[in-house]
């Protein structure tokens, strides 16, 4: 996704959430976390982006451990 997006659009959940997708398909997974949490943010009752970062923080435990997600 554009960077220029985010200038005009900073506060659009949606584009945080399409963000966080795209970068999970890439293997970026901090960046995933980050605009998950970033998504929650803006709307805190984004029902996708729980789920999606309840996966995400379940993969970082079976990956790395408890304490990475602490």
């Known amino acids: 996704m554009s960077e220029a997006a985010l200038v005009h659009f900073r506060g659009d959940a949606a584009l945080h959430f399409n963000r966080a997708i795209a970068f999970e398909k890439l293997g970026r997974f901090e960046d995933t976390e980050q605009n998950y949490k970033h998504c929650l ?7 996708d982006v ?3 970062l309840a996966i995400q923080l379940e993969r970082d435990v079976a990956i790395h ?3 990475s997600v602490i």
């Open 50 to 52: 729980r789920r999606n």
């Open 41 to 47: 943010e803006l709307d805190s009752l984004y029902a």
């Open 65 to 67: 451990g408890a304490w």
